[in-house]
């Protein structure tokens, strides 16, 4: 059973670097079987995908926040992360870490629980 | 990016009632449409891949159907657990893109 995990700061100062990992168990990320993202959720709002990664590092992040965005991988750690840099408030949102499919668009079949950032000073 | 349009945004039913929500694709999409469930303070849950295929652990209550632009969910007979807000999302293209939801309440 796959399983994911966010972990990172849960307040963050506007202007500054948002930072979480995802640690994956279960699997592992180095087989190439699938795309590792980030998706978001703002208070009361729907589902914003952020972008993926590839065990090979190949990354693809959405257009609306591709200059911000910064996503790494560390297979040997089974883990992948997430940096948004100069946030603001229009950045407070649930962040989840998911498992996409083995093409670059595909649904999601494991998530993390999510984890609750909040930007504020 | 595709644009998904859900309808209803909201609905108030039974434990019973047959329950259909609709999505509409902003461009064909062949079946790459998912449907997820989330309840308050949770991740999604998948429930639907490729317009009609369950799940796996996916109650058979659940159902797709669709192909193109237009697609249905139905939950055949409302059970209390299912009271939560649904999602659809394309997966044809990146950046794959949801639906607004859709929030099933208690009437």
């Known amino acids: 059973q796959v399983q994911l995990q966010e972990s990172g700061p849960g307040l963050v100062k506007p202007s500054q670097t948002l930072s979480l990992t995802c640690t994956v168990s279960?699997?592992?990320?180095?087989?190439?079987?699938?795309?590792w993202s980030w998706i978001r959720q703002h208070p009361g709002g729907g589902l914003e995908w952020i972008g993926h990664?590839?065990?090979?590092?190949?990354?693809y992040y959405n257009p609306s926040l591709k200059s911000r965005l910064a996503m790494s991988i560390d297979t040997s750690k089974n883990e992948f992360s997430l940096r948004l840099s100069s946030v603001t408030a229009a950045d407070t949102a649930l962040y989840f870490c998911?498992?996409?499919?083995?093409?670059?668009?595909?649904?999601?079949?494991?998530w993390g629980q999510g984890t609750l950032v909040t930007v504020s000073s | 990016d595709i644009q998904m349009t859900q309808s209803p945004s909201s609905l108030s039913v039974s434990v019973g009632d047959r329950v259909t929500i609709t999505c509409r694709a902003g461009?064909?999409?062949?079946?790459?449409l998912a449907w997820y469930q989330q309840k308050p303070g949770k991740a999604p849950k998948l429930l639907i891949y490729?317009?009609?295929r369950l799940q796996s652990g996916a109650p058979s209550r659940f159902s797709g159907s669709g192909s193109g632009t237009d697609f249905t969910l139905i939950i055949s007979s409302l059970q209390p657990e299912d009271f939560a807000t649904y999602y659809c999302?394309?997966?044809?293209?990146?950046?794959?893109?949801f639906g607004q939801g859709t929030k099933v309440e208690i009437k």
């Open positions: 279960g699997g592992s990320m180095s087989s190439g079987t699938s795309y």
């Open positions: 990664i590839y065990y090979s590092g190949s990354t």
């Open positions: 461009q064909i999409i062949s079946n790459y």
């Open positions: 490729d317009s009609s």
């Open positions: 998911a498992r996409g499919g083995t093409v670059p668009a595909d649904y999601f079949d494991y």
């Open positions: 999302q394309q997966s044809y293209s990146v950046p794959p893109t």
